[in-house]
C-alpha cells in the first residue's frame, strides 16, 4: 500500500518536474538569483534523490558520479548550461530513486535510518524529495519572471 500510493505522487510531481526542465529554454540555465543558477538547480535536484537513494533506502550512487552540488551554489566550480545532460541527469536520479523505493520492503518504510541529515523514514525522506523539488521548480519560476540577464 506504501509504495503504490508513494508512487502516484511521486510520478505525478516527478513528471511535472521534468516537463518543466525540458521546456526550457538553454539560455535561462544560467540566469541566477544570489549564487544559485537554474542549471544549478537542476544539477542539485538530481544530486540530493541520487544522495537520498543511498541514505534512505540503501542503493549506492551510480560509479562515477561526481557531487558537485553538495556544498550550495556558492561553493560550486562548475556551470550546467547543457539542457540535454541536466534532463539526462534528472530522469536517470528518477529512475535509480523509483528502483530505490520499489526494492524497500513494506516495514522498512517507517523505520527511522541514521543519516548525514540525522534520522529520518524513508517515507519521510520521499516527502523531503517532493517538499524540495516543488521549491526548486518554485524558484526557477521566479528567476525567470524577474532576471532578465545573468
Do not use: C
Not at 541520487?50 to 560509479?63: G, K, L
Not at 548525514?116 to 521548480?137: C, D, K, N, Q, W
Request: proline share 5%; charged share 20%; net charge negative.
Amino acid at each position: 500500500m506504501t509504495l503504490n500510493t508513494v508512487l502516484q505522487i511521486w510520478n505525478s510531481v516527478q513528471e511535472r518536474f521534468h516537463k518543466t526542465a525540458k521546456n526550457l529554454p538553454e539560455q535561462d540555465l544560467s540566469l541566477k538569483m544570489g549564487n544559485a543558477s537554474i542549471g544549478y538547480m537542476l544539477r542539485h535536484n538530481a544530486e540530493v534523490e541520487f544522495m537520498f537513494a543511498e541514505w534512505f533506502f540503501n542503493r549506492p550512487m551510480p560509479e562515477g558520479l561526481i557531487i558537485h552540488t553538495a556544498r550550495g551554489a556558492a561553493g560550486a566550480k562548475t556551470e550546467f548550461t547543457n539542457l540535454e545532460e541536466l534532463v539526462a541527469i534528472l530522469e536517470a536520479s528518477n529512475e535509480h530513486m523509483i528502483h530505490a523505493m520499489n526494492e524497500l520492503p513494506d516495514e522498512k518504510w517507517n523505520e527511522p535510518v541514521d543519516s548525514p541529515m540525522g534520522p529520518s523514514t524513508p517515507l519521510e525522506a520521499v516527502g523531503r524529495l517532493i517538499y524540495h523539488t516543488g521549491i526548486h521548480a518554485g524558484q526557477i519560476s521566479l528567476i525567470q519572471k524577474h532576471v532578465v540577464t545573468k
